[in-house]
């Protein structure tokens, strides 16, 4: 079982953000904190204690984590390590501007071993363009903080698609990125949603593909391999046991506002907003997953990473489909598992195969 822990509060607002986070609520941390724990708490004892379970891995996601001072973080730990495993992946998330080196050093004292810096560019005016907050310089000290802390995992985010991004200016962050102590690397495509302040501006995005299989080959030739579309990681144990997780459609409890839980073939839906999550931490929406759309999930995001998809899940009609794509070159069975050799056409190749 997996763990999710949502932070919902940011210093600023990237232009580019759909995700439950809020600049104007500072004033709720301690509240919320507290809310967080209780609901917590009701899931390690339903959901964990009572079926016996142990938690494999840990993500503190946002927003930002690093708003919260380190303190606010040490009963939840406290809570959550009797139903550790023995060698959990406990990730947090990180802003270069918030992540000090005092509040590293807590964390990892609390038994995070893998910080995540959402970086996006070492180009300071790309950086002011997307709305971050931190520079170039702070990025990479974080990233040096961490790695002289001993943080056994460091990932750091890129974001390429962006309005005057070349090729080379994409090679030159990467650069950068690759000359520090990374463990793994995220390399997103902007996208552009609703919501956000780059919402209605198509002009920000470009939509190169060739520019993505650059980017890919590239990123292969410095020595990190692709393991999911938008991940790569310097060895096999650098890579996200977390996103694997979720990939292998295991179940997993999603604690916060906004956060998602998948239980019992269904997902659980907590109060989005704070104030109504503070009031009442224990409410939550349920979704049914019905059997037909568990299979189509894990089709699609198998064959977006290189986790690949049980041979034994599709039918007859659907394996003369796979045996034309193998044809194509497009395909691969090895030990009972289907495999997708490009995962930019992930999605393409599923509703292919489904339709």
Request: aromatic letters at 14%; charged letters at 25%; hydrophobic letters at 35%.
């Amino acid at each position: 079982m997996l763990l999710y822990i949502h932070i919902p509060f940011c210093d600023s607002k990237c232009f580019y953000c759909a995700f439950n986070s809020y600049t104007d609520r500072f004033h709720l941390k301690q509240e919320y904190m507290k809310a967080l724990k209780k609901q917590l708490k009701y899931n390690l004892d339903n959901y964990v204690l009572k079926r016996d379970k142990k938690i494999e891995t840990v993500f503190i996601g946002g927003g930002t984590p690093s708003t919260i001072k380190a303190f606010e973080y040490e009963e939840i730990f406290s809570m959550i390590k009797p139903f550790l495993t023995e060698f959990a992946e406990i990730t947090t998330e990180a802003n270069p501007n918030s992540a000090s080196f005092e509040w590293l050093q807590s964390m990892k004292d609390f038994g995070v071993n893998r910080v995540s810096f959402g970086v996006q560019s070492f180009e300071n005016n790309k950086l002011k363009f997307l709305g971050r907050s931190h520079n170039s310089n702070s990025a990479i000290k974080a990233i040096q903080n961490a790695n002289s802390i001993g943080f056994k995992g460091i990932n750091c985010d890129i974001i390429y698609g962006v309005q005057g991004d070349t090729i080379e200016s994409i090679k030159s962050d990467l650069d950068v990125a690759f000359s520090l102590p990374i463990t793994h690397l995220s390399a997103y495509s902007l996208t552009i949603e609703e919501g956000t302040k780059f919402f209605d501006k198509s002009s920000v995005k470009i939509d190169d593909e060739e520019l993505s299989y650059e980017i890919f080959d590239y990123i292969n030739k410095k020595g990190f391999h692709q393991y999911e579309i938008s991940n790569f990681a310097k060895n096999k144990e650098s890579e996200s046991k977390h996103n694997y997780g979720y990939w292998q459609h295991k179940e997993y409890l999603g604690v916060g506002a906004g956060a998602v839980g998948y239980i019992n073939s269904q997902r659980e839906y907590p109060s989005i907003s704070i104030e109504e999550y503070i009031n009442d931490p224990l409410f939550f929406e349920i979704e049914k997953i019905e059997e037909d759309d568990v299979k189509t999930e894990k089709i699609l995001l198998g064959f977006r990473c290189s986790n690949g998809v049980e041979l034994e899940l599709f039918n007859e009609k659907e394996k003369e489909k796979i045996d034309e794509l193998i044809q194509y070159n497009k395909l691969y069975i090895e030990n009972e598992k289907v495999y997708n050799k490009n995962f930019l056409l992930a999605d393409e190749l599923a509703l292919y195969i489904l339709d």
